[in-house]
């Protein structure tokens, strides 16, 4: 069952004005045309406007709180939440760039990723870095919350942007790996070469000697 409070950010208390604040204040920040029309945006913001619309009105927002105080007694866990991973495919990247990050937790209820938004316990997300701060930084949170114990811990990655003169010794070296590379396999050739040397050799020298002897 959804948390409806957690994706608009409020308190299971909030005031009708409070909701329609978050709303508000979310829904252009999820809106599609705003980002380019990406999937994760477009989910996000169906994800706040059904939490709005359930929580507006009066029946169903009486129902729903029945449910998920139900389900909260029953299905969250009383352990402290953990984060067994929390990773990136790569740590340096150029703008624009997909990055795939990962992450795997337990028993935490609610899971947020920043700068994305909510998120399931563990999972998978490709997403493509637009800016860097002023010191070529981007920073990604991971958030894990048992809500029962009020409990959460947070664990956070930093990708590095490349600068040009990085890109630009990268493309050099990788000019440079061909001509390299030829060398072992070369080197491996001289040697076979000298083996067939020898053995011939060897088979020359037995056979003049089988010839003496007889």
Known sequence: MKDYY??????????AEDIKKAYR??????HPDKNDNDDFFSDRFKEVKEAYETLTDTDRRRLYDQNLSSQQRNVKSILPPKIKNFSASKIRAQKGEEITIYWNTYDA??????????????????????????QGKFQILLHATNTVLHKTIVQGITIT?????????EEKESLNNPSGS???PQKKENQSKRLVSVLIFLALAAMIIWLMLN
């Open 6 to 15: 957690y994706f608009l950010g409020i308190p299971q208390n909030a005031s």
């Open 25 to 30: 204040k979310l829904s252009l920040k999820y």
């Open 109 to 134: 209820d609610l899971v947020k990723i920043v700068p994305f938004g909510l998120e399931k316990p563990n999972g998978e997300r490709t997403i493509r870095i637009k800016e860097f701060d002023s």
């Open 161 to 169: 942007e490349l600068a040009e003169s990085e890109l630009d010794s």
């Open 182 to 184: 030829f060398q072992k």
